[in-house]
C-alpha cells in the first residue's frame, strides 16, 4: 500500500479504501472491520519508508470474524529543502538510496545550492522511485549598515556613495513603506533618508493621527512623527526600522535568511509572534505592524533591540558563522607609537606560542585609518572581530586569548581595499 504521506496513515486505515483489495479465507467480501493496534515498527526519518504493523478484525458477509495481519508501508514522497551554512551540509541518511548531488552556483557569489537525488528501488508495490532534495548553502557574508551610514551621503560602500545607493534602492516606484495601511510613512526618494537618519530619541509607534503619509523631493517633514531641530527623526524605533529596511533591500540574501541561521539574538515575546519557520523578511513585517500601533510596549522595545542587532551585527559585512567563542572585547590595551612611517605594513605577535596575552605590534603606512581585526580559526570561522584608529607607523593591541581553546588560529589586520595582512599564532594551555 503506498499514501503520499505519514500524515495520512490514520485517516487512510480508518477510511474503506481499502476494503475491495482484501478478502477472508472464504473469498467472501469484507463488509466490516475494526482495528485492533497499530504499531510502528520502523522509521528512518531522512528517506526510506515507514511502516506500519496492522492488526484486524474483519467481518465476512456471514458474519465470520478473522484477525488479519498486515504491513503497511508508507514511502516518503518528498524530501525536505533546508539552508545550511557554508562546511555544514549534512550527508545523506539513506542507506538504501543511490544518491547524487548536483552542485549550483551563484554568479558572483561563494554560495551554492545543491540538488541532491535520491533513487530508491524495492519490490514492494511502490516501485522504483525517485526523489529530490535542495539544500542552500551559504557561503558569502552578509552586509548590514547602521542609520549614521544610510543619512551620511558621503558614506562608500562597493564604490558607491550612500546617496547613490539609496537612489537605486528607493524610489517613486519603489517606494520604501513603514507601518500598515491607515497609519504609515511612505518614502519615495533617498533625500528624504538622508535628511532624517540618523534619529534618537524614544521608541514608538506612528502617531494615531499619521493617516498615510507620503514624503519626497522638497518636501520631507514626516510631521506628525517629531524630529529633532536639525530634522533628524525623534523616533528611534521608527529611524532603526528605516535603515532595516534598507539592509534588507542591499542584501536580499539576509532578508530570506531563516531567523535561526542569524547572529541575532531575538527575545521570546518576539519569537512568539513569528511561526516556527520565520525569516528575517517576516521580522520586518512584524516590525511594521508595531509600528501600525498593533503591539504592546514590551513588544516594541524587544522588536527595537532585534533590529538595532542586525543593522549593527553584520555592520560593513561579517560572516554567516556566529561569535560563538567568544562574546566580549578581548582588547586589554591599545598602545600608538611614533616610529615613523616605514614601506610596508607589517605585523608581528609575541609570544607566540600565547597563553593569556597575545600582543600584536602593527606597523602602518598610512595615517588616521580605520583597521578591522579579526581572529579566524584553520576552519575559516570568525571568532572575533573589532575595528580600531591607526596611525602611521608602529601600533600595539595586546588582545586576552584566555578564553580561546588550544591550537593554531590567524590573526588578521585589514586596511579598506588591501588585503588583510596575517600572522599565524598558538594558543597553549595555561
Excluded at 478473522?66 to 525536505?80: G, L, R
Excluded at 511561526?275 to 501600525?292: F, P, S
Excluded at 542587532?309 to 567563542?325: L, V
Aim: hydrophobic letters at 35%; proline letters at 5%.
Amino acid at each position: 500500500v503506498c499514501l503520499g504521506s505519514v500524515d495520512e496513515i490514520e485517516p487512510w486505515i480508518e477510511s474503506n479504501d481499502w476494503q475491495g483489495d482484501a478478502i477472508t479465507s472464504c473469498n467472501l467480501e469484507i463488509v466490516n472491520y475494526e482495528i485492533l493496534s497499530i504499531d510502528q515498527v520502523h522509521e528512518d526519518q531522512f528517506c526510506s519508508r515507514i511502516q506500519y504493523h496492522v492488526l484486524y478484525s474483519v467481518y465476512d458477509e456471514c458474519g465470520r470474524m478473522h484477525c488479519v495481519p498486515q504491513v503497511i508501508t508508507i514511502p516518503v514522497e518528498s524530501m525536505e529543502d533546508m539552508t545550511v551554512l557554508c562546511g555544514q551540509v549534512p550527508e545523506p541518511n539513506c542507506q538504501e538510496a543511490e544518491i547524487t548531488d548536483e552542485i549550483v552556483t551563484e554568479e558572483g557569489s561563494d554560495n551554492y545550492k545543491i540538488i541532491r537525488h535520491y533513487y530508491i528501488s524495492s519490490s514492494d508495490v511502490c516501485g522504483e522511485r525517485e526523489y529530490t532534495q535542495t539544500i542552500y548553502v551559504l557561503c558569502d557574508e552578509l552586509c548590514t549598515f547602521t542609520q549614521g551610514f544610510w543619512g551620511n551621503p558621503n558614506g562608500r560602500y562597493d564604490g558607491q556613495t550612500t546617496a547613490e545607493i539609496l537612489d537605486s534602492l528607493v524610489s517613486e516606484e519603489d517606494p520604501l513603506i513603514m507601518g500598515i495601511p491607515g497609519r504609515s510613512l511612505t518614502i519615495e526618494d533617498g533625500d528624504c533618508i538622508l535628511r532624517l537618519l540618523p534619529g534618537g530619541g524614544p521608541k514608538n509607534a506612528l502617531p494615531d493621527d499619521t493617516g498615510d503619509l507620503t514624503i519626497s523631493g522638497a518636501n520631507c517633514d514626516p510631521s506628525p512623527t517629531p524630529t529633532f531641530g536639525n530634522g533628524r527623526l525623534r523616533n528611534n524605533f521608527l529611524s532603526q526600522a528605516i535603515a532595516f529596511s534598507l539592509n534588507l533591500r542591499i542584501d536580499p540574501t539576509l532578508a530570506h535568511l531563516s531567523l535561526d541561521l542569524t547572529c541575532v539574538p531575538l527575545d521570546d515575546i518576539v519569537l512568539s509572534e513569528l511561526e516556527e519557520d520565520a525569516t528575517v523578511i517576516d521580522l520586518l513585517e512584524l516590525v511594521n505592524e508595531a509600528l501600525g500601533g498593533n503591539a504592546q510596549g514590551t513588544l516594541r522595545r524587544s522588536l527595537h533591540e532585534a533590529i538595532t542587532g542586525f543593522n549593527e551585527y553584520y555592520d560593513e559585512c561579517e560572516s554567516y558563522i556566529c561569535d560563538e567563542i567568544l562574546t566580549d572585547p578581548i582588547i586589554t590595551d591599545r598602545s600608538i607609537g611614533e616610529s615613523g612611517s616605514v614601506g610596508e605594513n607589517h605585523l608581528h605577535l609575541f609570544p607566540n606560542p600565547a597563553e593569556y596575552d597575545l600582543n600584536a605590534n602593527y606597523t602602518s603606512t598610512k595615517d588616521d585609518q580605520r583597521v578591522i581585526i579579526r581572529i579566524v580559526d584553520l576552519n575559516g570561522r570568525i571568532l572575533y572581530k573589532d575595528i580600531i584608529q591607526v596611525t602611521e607607523g608602529e601600533n600595539q593591541v595586546v588582545l586576552d586569548i584566555e578564553q580561546l581553546p588550544q591550537g593554531m588560529y590567524v590573526l588578521q589586520f585589514i586596511h579598506q581595499n588591501e588585503k588583510p595582512i596575517s600572522e599565524k599564532f598558538v594558543k597553549g594551555n595555561p
